[in-house]
């Protein structure tokens, strides 16, 4: 049985280690959690890919034990996935990206917006396929610049080849241009071409 300890992890990120190791063929997994939010979580994404759940409180913490039910060791999601793949052949991929038209996510609390925004950065980063292009604009481009908690994040994605772009206008106005510490500096005309020929532009 492999164990995942989540204690002390934040959301997504007991979802995402529980989910690698379901990805790695894991049967019989136990992620350990220590909050109500993590535990409802996990417990969805376990019910999701057909494993059996079991939680037991103890004082260190909520184990919540997740047994694959079924003869087949692949879950079902992924048998989807490769159904999809094969009806697709040879088509042509689609473009995709994220429109950042601030540095928060939500509105209300501004710390729980950045923490938020900085959770979905991360996620990003544990999903593929990855985003084709990722654009930043207004108060959005002040997660490209220094003092960001997402520039590792958006470095691993930029290495991956996802295009960061942030607005140079954008830059100017927030006088940051000479702290940009990941992808390049656009400009509005980029800016609308990208989002034109995209097939599925997601704007925050």
């Known amino acids: ?99 950042f038209g601030t540095n928060l996510l939500g509105s209300g609390s501004e710390q729980l917006g950045k923490n938020l925004m900085k959770a979905f950065i991360y996620t990003i980063t544990e999903t593929k396929p990855y985003p084709n292009f990722m654009i930043f604009l207004n108060s959005g481009v002040k997660l490209t610049t220094e003092g960001s908690d997402s520039i590792d994040d958006l470095q691993k994605l930029s290495d991956a080849g996802v295009r960061i772009v942030s607005c140079g206008t954008c830059l100017d106005f927030y006088e940051i241009k000479t702290k940009i510490q990941v992808g390049q500096i656009t400009n509005m005309y980029d800016i609308v071409e990208t989002i034109t020929n995209s097939d599925n532009t997601v704007t925050l």
């Open 1 to 99: 049985m492999k164990i995942v300890d989540a204690r002390g992890k934040t959301c997504p990120q007991p979802v995402i280690l529980t989910k690698k190791e379901a990805d790695n063929g894991e049967l019989e997994i136990t992620t350990i959690v220590d909050n109500e939010t993590s535990k409802q979580n996990v417990l969805k994404f376990g019910t999701k890919l057909n494993f059996k759940c079991e939680v037991e409180d103890r004082a260190d913490g909520t184990y919540i034990v997740m047994t694959k039910t079924g003869d087949s060791a692949q879950c079902d999601v992924c048998e989807e996935s490769e159904k999809i793949i094969n009806e697709i052949g040879s088509a042509k991929p689609q473009t995709k990206g994220y429109v």
